[in-house]
T-cell receptor
Framework: AQTVTQSQPEMSVQEAETVTLSCTYD???????LFWYKQPPSRQMILVIR??????QNATENRFSVNFQKAAKSFSLKISDSQLGDAAMYFC?????????????FGQGTILTVHP | NAGVTQTPKFRVLKTGQSMTLLCAQD?????MYWYRQDPGMGLRLIHY???????AKGEVPDGYNVSRLKKQNFLLGLESAAPSQTSVYFC?????????FGPGTRLTVT
């Protein structure tokens, strides 16, 4: 079984500043993936970034990067140069590998507010 | 490519009524999933399918049934709706570690 915990119900950031969202997870799997999803008010689930657990290098997608600490089971998301369009609910999620790719376990979410 | 589509987008049911949610994908994905999202929570897996003709239970399957008669479609049925099933329902499909979500269906049971 997997569990994902997001301890920050809400976060806020000034436009153009940097913010970090926290996530911890627990799993007994050796092969797994970690994800950050963005859910704007439209409720569409948008994949922001993913990390394969066997890769030590932290994933980066433009202004979004992660700090993956496997031993500590920590997976934080850093958003640089924050933009108004980044305001949304952010979910951390994990899955097991193999045929369990889409069997995601989600955290409770963090609401991100971006102030102009 | 339409991606993952869901029908309907909104629905209001009375307790005890039945309905079917339709999910369709045009990406030739083997795996399809149904999730529900309750207020202030992340998504939880209801049922999933690893191929045409197969279905399996997820984390919260009670009160729901599913069918995957065609590869591109995955149906979620509620036989006797209950207020506890008021939620937003998301369908998703995928082939590898990335899955694609539909736009969601908001269901209210009164």
């Amino acid at each position: 079984a997997q569990t994902v915990t997001q301890s920050q119900p809400e976060m806020s950031v000034q436009e153009a500043e940097t913010v970090t969202l926290s996530c911890t997870y627990d799993t007994s799997e050796s092969d797994y993936y970690l994800f950050w999803y963005k859910q704007p008010p439209s409720r569409q689930m948008i994949l922001v970034i993913r990390q394969e657990a066997y890769k030590q290098q932290n994933a980066t997608e433009n202004r979004f990067s992660v700090n993956f600490q496997k031993a500590a089971k920590s997976f934080s998301l850093k958003i640089s140069d924050s933009q108004l369009g980044d305001a949304a609910m952010y979910f951390c999620a994990s899955n097991a590998g193999g045929t369990s790719y889409g069997k995601l376990t989600f955290g409770q979410g963090t609401i991100l507010t971006v102030h102009p | 490519n339409a991606g993952v589509t869901q029908t309907p987008k909104f629905r209001v049911l009375k307790t005890g009524q039945s309905m079917t949610l339709l999910c369709a994908q045009d990406m030739n994905h083997e795996y399809m999933y149904w999730y529900r999202q309750d207020p202030g929570m992340g998504l939880r897996l209801i049922h999933y399918s690893v191929g045409e003709g197969t279905t399996a239970k997820g984390e919260v399957p009670d009160g729901y049934n599913v069918s995957r008669l065609k590869k591109q479609n995955f149906l979620l049925g509620l036989e006797s709706a209950a207020p506890s099933q008021t939620s937003v329902y998301f369908c998703a499909s995928g082939r590898s570690s990335v899955i694609y979500f539909g736009p969601g269906t908001r269901l209210t049971v009164t």
